[in-house]
């Protein structure tokens, strides 16, 4: 009898290891697809034709949605409740043309509260939708998602071959992925390169995961977005510098901001080279909410990381144009993509490293900003080469597909870096403030700032230019 109960022991030992080994590294979700899955969604959501997503509103009470119809609409409507019981508020907004045959209908919804779960559907003309559901962030911190370099990708003109729906695949498993691993994620923030082509068929895809209808999307406009304007019309941010403000407006859609839990993201299109827009941008939005403990800014360009042959010249120009800005208004971190290579810089201050931080994963009253780049969401880069002026503090070019997760409370940001498929961080960088100054030098720009930020926008407004003379040639069938 012994013998039997040894037997039938070590026989559960090896189920629980054998379970164990294939098992995923992770959770599953009822938003987990195969790929065959995937391929009879596709089918649903390209016939519904909507395209809906969700982006950050002004601020936590607010939540901005868009979606797609094929003729102008006056009141795009969205209903909203937070209970079971109890009848829906309507927010209505407007209808943004994309292009002769598409419009972007986009809706602020208001008076949100932290904490909940709120049902929603949305209409326009003779459409309605069903019900969804998002949640808001806690009121006494968040997490977020923060991707780079997704790259949806139409087929043609791609050497690769992907199509939309692969690549709207795959980023959607590393979606899911994330947000299996944190349920609570009330916000992603995506650092540009969204669109291969900018093409408005991209966007869709890059809308297609159903987790875009429950978590709000920020989108920053990378080199790749800015190959078109349809980034503009499609992409709902609220606080945009461009409307009036800008001395050059930008064709995309300029800068814009928003304030969650105890952070302020400056979303920058470092695209743009008006630097006096981006300064008084950046100074505007800081005065506005001076009371807010964390500043993050988004941008596509990575300042220090490089990585790539040939773009130490850009990252150079670059750096004239927005480190004295990052430096004079405090900002804490700078969340960067494009060289699709995951790097950390230690912390920086007039271009130069105020504290190293080699070997440490945490850094407190940091005398500066730390500048962080995300390797790719979903297209690795093969050959790289150094750090830009070896400032980049690691250089991770084995991990492919790469994603973040950040945790904001009031004390601290901490940021666990995955690649996909792993369920352990290969980082984990925290920085903490003891207060709202924290250890930030703040000495203000020297004199030769004025004349960075006039050149800078000198060269958009000859960019501006050039634009419009290829939109009327182009709108004659003549293409440069
Ligand atoms: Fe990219
Ligand atoms: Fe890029």
Not at 170 to 198: C, P, R, W
Request: charge should be negative; glycine fraction near 8%.
């Amino acid at each position: 009898m012994k013998k039997v109960k040894l037997s039938l022991s070590i026989v559960l030992v090896f189920a629980i290891l054998a379970t164990a080994m294939i098992s995923p590294a992770y959770a599953l979700s009822s938003y987990d697809m195969s790929a065959s899955q995937w391929d009879t969604y596709w089918q649903g959501y390209k016939s519904d034709g909507k395209a809906l997503y969700m982006a950050p509103g002004g601020n936590e009470s607010e939540m901005n949605f868009a979606w797609l119809g094929n003729t102008e609409c006056e009141n795009p409507t969205v209903y909203v409740k937070s209970s079971l019981i109890g009848s829906y508020d309507e927010f209505t907004g407007i209808s943004v043309k994309i292009d002769n045959d598409n419009y972007s209908y986009q809706v602020t919804v208001y008076g949100l509260l932290p904490n909940r779960t709120y049902m929603y559907y949305y209409s326009a003309n003779d459409y309605t939708s069903s019900v969804n559901t998002f949640k808001t962030g806690k009121a006494d911190g968040f997490s977020a998602l923060f991707v780079s370099d997704v790259h949806i990708s139409e087929q043609t003109d791609n050497p690769d071959g992907e199509s939309v729906k692969d690549t709207s695949f795959a980023f959607h498993e590393i979606f899911t992925q994330a947000y299996n691993k944190d349920n609570y994620m009330s916000l992603v923030i995506s650092a540009g390169d969204q669109a291969d082509h900018g093409l408005l068929s991209e966007y869709i895809g890059l809308f297609s995961s159903p987790l875009m209808k429950k978590i709000p999307f920020a989108a920053t406009c990378g080199n790749h977005d800015n190959k078109n304007t349809v980034y503009a019309s499609v992409i709902n941010s609220p606080n945009r510098y461009n409307k009036g403000q800008a001395i050059v407006p930008d064709k995309n859609g300029g800068d814009y901001y928003f304030v969650k839990g105890d952070v302020l993201f400056l979303f920058i299109n470092s695209n743009w080279t008006s630097a006096n827009d981006h300064y008084n941008f950046v100074k505007q939005a800081v005065e506005e909410n001076s009371d807010v403990k964390w500043r993050v800014a988004v941008m596509h360009h990575d300042l220090y990381g490089g990585h790539h042959e040939g773009r130490e010249d850009e990252n150079r120009l670059l750096r004239l144009m927005f480190v004295p800005i990052f430096d004079e208004f405090c900002v804490d971190i700078v969340l960067t993509g494009h060289s699709h290579v995951y790097s950390r810089t230690h912390v920086m201050y007039g271009g130069k490293v105020s504290e190293d931080i080699r070997g440490q994963g945490h850094v407190t009253d940091a005398a500066g900003t730390v500048y962080i780049t995300s390797g790719s969401t979903a297209r690795p880069r093969g050959n790289v080469s150094a750090g830009s002026d070896a400032l980049a503090y690691d250089f991770i070019s084995e991990y492919d597909y790469i994603y973040n997760i950040m945790d904001f409370s009031y004390d601290t940001i901490t940021i666990n870096s995955y690649s996909k498929d792993n369920f352990s961080p290969f980082e984990v960088f925290t920085l903490e403030k003891t207060s709202n100054e924290g250890g930030h030098p703040n000495e203000g720009h020297n004199d030769l700032y004025f004349i960075v930020g006039n050149i800078g926008t000198l060269v958009s407004f000859v960019q501006t230019i050039i634009h419009i003379f290829e939109t009327l040639f182009a709108s004659i069938g003549i293409e440069f």
